[in-house]
């Protein structure tokens, strides 16, 4: 059995592309679907369903999908016992990220990125709709929501502070709240998707629907609608930092500290065997993020 069509078929199981998996190996299509073809023959079934318009693993692939994986695994493992074999990050890594905080943060970072690994190829899909890895092809999903999807292996990247902020105007025109419940006589710029804001101190947890003159479905945009006037609004430190720094937002409420759970995390589908283009993603965001984000620092 040949390790390049085991290697070729784990990559085809990822991306349900086989064009794309053969450029990522460095092989033309009609290639690759041969190397496949002969990896069918040499087992006596057929492991992939094949249309015009998707690529799909049979019961037999799904079955074998994990005895490949393990064997690619294996050799690795061996070559590194002994120190051989080349573990160099090649090919293409597909990325999705949030549509604000790829912009922000993952493009600015993406020169450094290909300077340390010039053999890498980097196609970045931004968007706010959270998409389907294996459906879309994509080896690693940015994600600043709710992780339900047991199939996905998560690691963090950087935490997600969250503060209330308004701008200096606003608050000379309009006051500043003291407490939650202050807020119901104010108007606020409800980023969509978030419908109540959760704050705890002392005296426990209150959770306040906000009285939404406005409501946006991206973050960069609410952070700016706020640093105009137009409202308070909840904005992560990644987002509003800078904003922060110039003394053209401020933080208010801050005796009482928003509850929030999430994280920026990079995820990718469960498997024994890690691309090393993924772990060299992955280990790098982590590196330059860490658990003291630079956007936090002072």
Not at 119 to 146: P, T, Y
Not at 160 to 171: F, K, L, M, V
Not at 229 to 246: F, H, M, P, Q, Y
Request: with cysteine; hydrophobic share 40%.
């Amino acid at each position: 059995m040949n390790n390049d069509h085991l290697q070729l078929f784990v990559r085809v199981a990822s991306t349900q592309n086989i064009s794309l998996a053969g450029s990522e190996l460095g092989l033309s299509p009609p290639v690759a679907s041969m190397h496949l073809n002969k990896l069918e023959e040499s087992l006596g079934v057929k492991l992939i369903h094949r249309t015009t318009r998707k690529v799909s693993l049979t019961e037999e692939g799904r079955e074998f999908l994990p005895h490949a994986e393990e064997v690619l695994s294996a050799v690795d493992r061996a070559k590194a016992s002994v120190g051989a074999g080349s573990f160099t990050p090649r090919g293409t890594i597909r990325v999705t990220a949030p549509s604000s905080f790829g912009r922000m943060h993952i493009v600015p970072a993406l020169k450094d990125f290909i300077s340390e690994y010039p053999q890498l190829k980097v196609d970045l899909r931004q968007s706010d709709n959270i998409v389907d890895m294996v459906e879309g092809g994509f080896d690693i999903a940015i994600r600043n929501a709710a992780l339900n999807d047991s199939s996905l292996v998560a690691r963090k990247l950087a935490s997600d502070t969250r503060i209330i902020c308004a701008s200096p105007d606003y608050i000379a025109k309009f006051g500043e709240p003291k407490t939650p419940q202050e807020l119901q006589q104010h108007s606020c710029i409800n980023l969509i998707g978030i419908d109540h804001w959760d704050f705890e101190n002392e005296e426990g947890i209150q959770r306040i629907k906000p009285n939404s003159a406005i409501r946006i479905d991206n973050g960069e945009s609410t952070r700016d609608a706020c640093v105009d006037g137009a409202g308070i609004t909840i904005s992560s430190i990644w987002c509003c930092d800078k904003e922060l720094r110039e003394g053209k937002l401020v933080k208010i409420l801050t005796d009482y500290r928003l509850v929030n759970n999430s994280a920026i995390w990079a995820v990718y589908p469960s498997s024994r065997l890690i691309a090393p283009k993924v772990r060299a993603f992955i280990d790098f965001f982590v590196n330059r993020f860490g658990d003291n984000p630079y956007w936090e620092r002072k």
